[in-house]
């Protein structure tokens, strides 16, 4: 079976760090591209960050640059997303997706797995 599995949301305060997790189960990740996207209340889904398969960003949202970082472990089939000094605004359902790269082409048409998705609120 095919599958991502996101993992590591939670309620935080503002100013506070997560990692989120998307470990790939019934294929390997080497070779695509994994993206972070998430949808906030009301909002539609908006990507946030991918990375290729030789580990290049590209920041779909550059207002997050600086405070999200992405990164892979192809030993350990996982692709993470850390977050620091987060706001209300990063308040959301966070998914990953994999496909094949570019980032710039991760597209609904070309991704082939979506993860369940990781709810992360930011609340003081």
């Known amino acids: 079976q095919v599958q991502l599995v996101e993992s590591g949301g939670g309620l935080v305060q503002p100013g506070d760090s997560l990692r989120l997790s998307c470990t790939a189960s019934?294929?390997?990740?080497?070779?695509?591209?994994i993206g972070w996207f998430r949808q906030a209340p009301g909002k539609e889904r908006e990507g946030v960050v991918c990375i290729t398969s030789t580990g290049l960003p590209t920041y779909y949202d550059d207002s997050v640059n600086g405070r999200l970082t992405i990164s892979r472990s192809n030993a350990e089939n996982t692709a993470y997303l850390q977050m620091n000094s987060l706001n209300l605004e990063d308040t959301a359902v966070y998914y990953c997706?994999?496909?094949?790269?570019?980032?710039?082409?991760?597209?609904?048409?070309?991704?082939?797995?979506w993860g369940q998705g990781t709810q992360v609120t930011v609340s003081s």
């Open positions: 997706a994999a496909g094949p790269p570019p980032c710039l082409l991760l597209t609904d048409d070309r991704i082939r797995s």
């Open positions: 019934g294929f390997n990740l080497d070779h695509y591209a």
